[in-house]
């Protein structure tokens, strides 16, 4: 791999993680949804599934605005996202904690995608491509979005089913 010696060096070999990191998501997202219990998260699940896919093709358009043809840099941030989630997930017995668990690792995939888009987009925005900005800024707020909803799912439901469901009531009180 060639020295990283400029900010565009910079923004194609960051572009080329986040581009592997979608690609690890459009692989574990699948695994996740068959995993969880909550049907509502199932079906959030495979509805980002679809949305990373065109998350996808947004950021292959963005290596045809580089005339670049699209590439990956293995994503040792998102695998080791992946692999922490995976091995915790061996050790979680109870369906509802187990989705708990699922869903905060969903929550760190997520907060690694927003700070990677919002890197790119700052970066293509000072090199002046304004219309690659704009295309990640576009993902940006999707992963936010996303996240969102996954907070508010937790909050409203999946964290509370795994505390009742796990007999964690008792102890409070």
Do not use: W
Request: aromatic letters at 4%.
């Amino acid at each position: 791999m060639p020295a990283v010696k400029s900010l565009k060096d910079l923004f194609v070999n960051e572009l080329k993680d986040l581009y592997h990191a979608e690609k690890q998501m459009t692989r574990s997202l699948p695994k996740m949804a068959k995993q969880v219990s909550n049907d509502t998260l199932k079906e959030h699940f495979e509805e980002h599934l679809k949305e990373t896919e065109i998350q996808i093709t947004r950021l292959e358009k963005v290596f045809e605005e580089l005339d670049m043809s699209p590439k990956t840099k293995k994503c040792i941030g998102m695998e080791g996202i992946i692999s922490e989630g995976n091995e915790l997930l061996e050790e979680i017995e109870d369906p509802t904690v187990l989705d708990a668990a699922i869903l905060a690792a969903a929550q760190k995939a997520e907060h690694y995608e927003i700070s990677s888009y919002g890197t790119l987009a700052t970066y293509a925005e000072l090199l002046g491509m304004d219309d690659v900005a704009e295309m990640l800024r576009e993902t940006l707020e999707e992963e936010k979005a996303t996240d969102e909803k996954l907070t508010q799912l937790a909050e409203s439901e999946i964290n509370i089913e795994a505390k009742t469901e796990a007999g964690e009531e008792e102890e409070e009180e």
